[in-house]
C-alpha cells in the first residue's frame, strides 16, 4: 500500500516562504513522476508543478516555485517563495507510477498553504 504524506503547510504572510515536503512509503519502485497540486476554496485542483521526464511549472508560480526530488527517499519538496494570497490553498502532492502498460497514481491527504496580505 502506497501512501503520501505531506508536512510544511503554514499560515505565512505575504512575500513569506514555506518548504513543503511529500514523503511516500510503501513503494520500493521510484515514481516515474511526482508532482503538485492545489485547490483553493471553490476552485477546481489545479498543477502546480511536476518533475518526470521535465520539470514543469504552472504560470502562476513561475520564478517563485521550485520542485525537486530525492529519488533516494521517493520523496519531493516545493520551495514556494514570494508567496502570494492568490497561493493559500490546499496543496497535494502526486505520484505517478508506470509498469508495463499500467499506470498507478497516489495521492496524499493534502497540506494548508495560508497566505495572509
Request: with cysteine; net charge positive.
Amino acid at each position: 500500500q502506497v501512501q503520501l504524506v505531506e508536512s510544511g503547510g503554514g499560515l505565512v504572510q505575504a512575500g513569506g516562504s514555506l518548504r513543503l515536503s511529500c514523503a511516500a512509503s510503501g513503494s520500493i519502485l521510484r515514481f516515474n513522476a511526482m508532482a503538485w497540486y492545489r485547490q483553493a476554496p471553490g476552485k477546481q485542483r489545479e498543477l502546480v508543478a511536476t518533475s518526470g521526464d521535465s520539470t514543469n511549472y504552472a504560470d502562476a508560480v513561475k520564478g517563485r516555485f521550485t520542485i525537486s526530488r530525492d529519488n533516494a527517499k521517493n520523496a519531493v519538496y516545493l520551495q514556494m517563495n514570494s508567496l502570494k494570497p492568490e497561493d493559500t490553498a490546499v496543496y497535494y502532492c502526486n505520484a505517478e507510477l508506470r509498469i508495463v502498460s499500467k499506470k498507478y497514481e497516489y495521492w496524499g491527504q493534502g497540506t494548508q498553504v495560508t497566505v495572509s496580505s
